[in-house]
């Protein structure tokens, strides 16, 4: 059975908050119309009810099991307006950071390469700062080094079942954002 480990940070900034000047300045000129461009590149599906602009959400997973099923069951129980995008490799998901600015960010820990999803997302945390920061893994919580000092908003440990990871994820991307991503019923 799936269990929220760690909450570890609670925000709850909105969209409108996420160019606001962070730490030294010297480069946030920059980066704020970088990141604008990209706010406004996104590829959605539409707009959200009611005018919003969608909630996107990158997976990122080098097992097909999750990059294939995890978005399949998610778009059953989301809003609609909610944008799911998936990565395979840490390269593939630095670049869909850059390019979605997403609104949440789930990594498993072990992605078989020399990035792990720690990595994934001290990247989202830096690129996309007003992101839910999600890390999920089969892993126990004090196996994984570095876990409580991670910029995480919260730690899920994979059950054996998929449909289990979902209720757990909807959490955790609501008590990060402010937003509940769950629609009235199955959505497609």
Do not use: C, W
Not at 3 to 14: A, F, G, I, M, Q
Not at 63 to 70: A, E, K, N, S
Not at 100 to 119: E, F, I, T, W
Not at 154 to 161: F, N, S, T
């Amino acid at each position: 059975m799936s269990s929220l480990v760690l909450p570890l940070v609670r925000s709850r900034r909105r969209r409108r908050l996420r160019f606001r000047a962070r730490g030294h300045g010297h480069d946030e000129p920059a980066r704020r119309d970088e990141r604008a461009q990209a706010t406004a590149a996104r590829p959605s599906a539409g707009s959200a009810p009611g005018g919003r602009e969608p909630f996107v959400v990158l997976i990122v997973d080098d097992d097909p099991l999750m990059t294939d099923m995890l978005p399949r069951r998610l778009r059953r129980v989301v809003r609609p307006g909610v944008d799911i995008h998936t990565a395979t490799t840490p390269h593939e998901a630095s670049e869909l950071i850059r390019a979605l600015q997403p609104d949440a960010v789930l990594s498993d820990y072990n992605l078989r390469q020399a990035q792990n999803g720690l990595d994934i997302l001290r990247l989202a945390q830096e690129d996309a700062p007003n992101a839910a920061r999600i890390l999920f893994s089969g892993h126990a919580a004090g196996e994984i080094k570095g876990l409580r000092e991670a910029p995480i908003h919260a730690y899920l440990e994979k059950p054996m079942r998929l449909d289990e990871l979902i209720p757990p994820v909807l959490d955790a991307i609501q008590r990060a954002t402010g937003e509940d991503l769950r629609g009235e019923g199955p959505s497609g």
